[in-house]
């Protein structure tokens, strides 16, 4: 599979390193937990920056292209989420899942539903949480950092860079998902052998 990770990190030992998270947790881990969060479009890493970290300008940060083997990867049941997963009280529940698929060293990565858009899941635009104390992280094929557009987005007389333009395309295209062909996930992504699934 294919992922990116968008950081302000440009040394890729830093970028996947997880200990940003273990100091300021996210969704799906808990606090003194390292994890690594990526995407499988730019467009989403993009909008999880945006959301998660509360920025008003990209500047500085790069996007890293990731590949995994599919059989390093374990999604998470879906259906076993409550109805309250996305809110703030929702990330105990998510982040209990996610501490079993930790525990369990199952899997490199864990594929979760991004709660910024939901609605993106079955369309293959997901996020993925990697652990980056796998005994298989080695096996991550890790490309060139690709730098963001420099020009501050909000700013700059440029206000709607290559990059910000297409993710606001991104964004707006989720109103429109019915007509798009859904992408499948990898096969075990697909398996029974869910996370929370029993």
Known sequence: MQLFRVTRRHDPAAAFDGFG???????????SR???????RIPLAILEVIVQA?????????????EIPDALLTPLDRMRLSPLWRTFPGRDECRAFAEEWRVGKTSLGLIVPS????????????NVVLDPEHPDISKLKIGAPI?????????????YSRTWSATRAY???????RS???????????SSSSIASS
């Open 54 to 66: 509360g920025t008003t300008s990209l500047d500085g940060y790069v996007a890293f292209p990731v």
């Open 115 to 126: 709660a910024v858009l939901p609605e993106a899941y079955p369309f293959g635009d997901v």
């Open 171 to 177: 964004a707006a295209s989720i109103a429109s998902m």
């Open 21 to 31: 998270s273990a100091s300021s947790p996210g969704r799906w881990n808990e606090r």
């Open 180 to 190: 798009r062909v859904p992408v499948r996930l990898p096969a075990r992504a697909r």
């Open 34 to 40: 390292r994890a690594v969060y990526t995407s499988t």
């Open 147 to 159: 730098a963001l557009d420099e020009i501050d987005r909000y700013d700059s007389p440029v206000r």
